[in-house]
């Protein structure tokens, strides 16, 4: 088994969805000890904001590429190769301001391609990524997965759309949530790694 491990928390070793997602990888390899794990940080190594040049690159046939282009492009296709070479996807996704991360949604910006991830036919659109598991380790200060906050809770709905667009339909949500409220925040990162069912 091959796991790609995508981190996009810029907080390092006090990150809680970096603790939740190295939680899932080590079960994972632990129900499969032959597996390979790569760990692709976004904080240490951004994807860059989509720009004009990203954009002709993208649609740009690879013959007819100029050199810029050529360079431009090579973020997204060594992305998109990292993702087809993985079996199993865990992705770290720390709520900011109710939604995910920059550079997360970059990375997302630079996966997402017409005809390359996914196209558009008379019976709609098609995800071109197929058969891959997908972990989201979800951190959040509070409280999103019921109560009052549910109507905040933007990054799970929006990650599992985007990949279902892409293809990647088998997602699993996981979180650790309360990290910020006092009363919570002690067990918070227990109570979600017991909660891991792979």
């Not at 900011?96 to 008379?122: C, E, G, M």
């Not at 995800?127 to 972990?135: D, E, F, H, S």
């Not at 990054?155 to 759309?161: C, E, I, M, S, V």
Request: charged share 20%.
């Amino acid at each position: 088994m091959n796991i790609l491990h995508i981190i996009s928390s810029p907080r390092g070793e006090a990150s809680f969805s970096i603790k939740l997602g190295n939680a899932i990888v080590e079960k994972l390899k632990l129900e499969n000890p032959d597996s390979s794990v790569k760990i692709h940080d976004l904080t240490k190594t951004a994807f860059p904001h989509l720009e004009e040049v990203h954009l002709n690159s993208f649609f740009t046939p690879a013959e007819s590429r100029s050199p810029e282009l050529a360079e431009a492009v090579k973020h997204s296709d060594t992305a998109i190769a990292e993702i087809h070479d993985a079996d199993v996807i865990v992705i770290g996704a720390p709520v900011y301001n109710f939604n995910i991360h920059s550079t997360l949604k970059a990375w997302i910006d630079h996966i997402a391609r017409a005809n390359v991830t996914f196209s558009y036919s008379a019976q709609g659109p098609e995800g071109l990524i197929k058969n891959k598991k997908v972990y989201l380790a979800i951190s959040s200060g509070g409280i999103y997965s019921e109560g009052p906050m549910t109507a905040f809770d933007f990054t799970a709905p929006y990650l599992k759309a985007v990949l279902g667009f892409l293809g990647m339909t088998d997602v699993t949500v996981l979180r650790v949530e309360g990290v910020s409220i006092p009363d919570m925040q002690a067990t918070a990162l227990d109570k979600a790694i017991e909660n891991i069912a792979l």
